[in-house]
Every structure is written in C-alpha cells, then in structure tokens.
C-alpha cells in the first residue's frame, strides 16, 4: 500500500491552532442546527488539520 497521499484528499489552509497553513481534512456533513428547530440538520463545512487535529466547522450558507 502507498503512503502517498492524493493530491484530492489533502488541502492546505491556515490551522489557527498550529497558526500556519497545514494540509487539512475537509468534509460536508450535517450537523444538527442549534436555533429553532432542535431537530433539523444543517450542512457545515468540516476541517480537521492533518498536523494538530484541531478541528473548524462552518455553516455553508455562511461562505
């Protein structure tokens, strides 16, 4: 097995915790909202620093 990584599964962007640009994660997932609806889902923007594990989520209506 390669230890590779492909060049669609790593994106490089500024980790506030490592306070430089590290490649990251990113996923879609849905979160559950904490406003009105305690029940419905919200997609956020999920990344994770592949260097500190710190972890961002942003709504996507938000970018």
């Given at each position: 097995?390669?230890?590779?990584?492909?060049?669609?599964?790593a994106?490089?962007?500024?980790?506030?915790?490592?306070?430089?640009?590290?490649?990251?994660?990113?996923a879609?997932?849905?979160?559950?909202?904490?406003?009105?609806?305690?029940?419905?889902?919200?997609?956020?923007?999920?990344?994770?620093?592949?260097?500190?594990?710190?972890?961002t989520?942003?709504?996507?209506?938000?970018?």
């Amino acid at each position: 097995m390669s230890s590779r990584r492909s060049a669609l599964d790593a994106h490089v962007e500024y980790c506030p915790a490592c306070e430089r640009d590290t490649e990251h994660r990113v996923a879609i997932s849905l979160l559950a909202a904490r406003r009105a609806n305690p029940g419905s889902r919200e997609p956020h923007r999920v990344a994770v620093c592949r260097d500190c594990g710190a972890e961002t989520s942003t709504r996507v209506s938000q970018l």
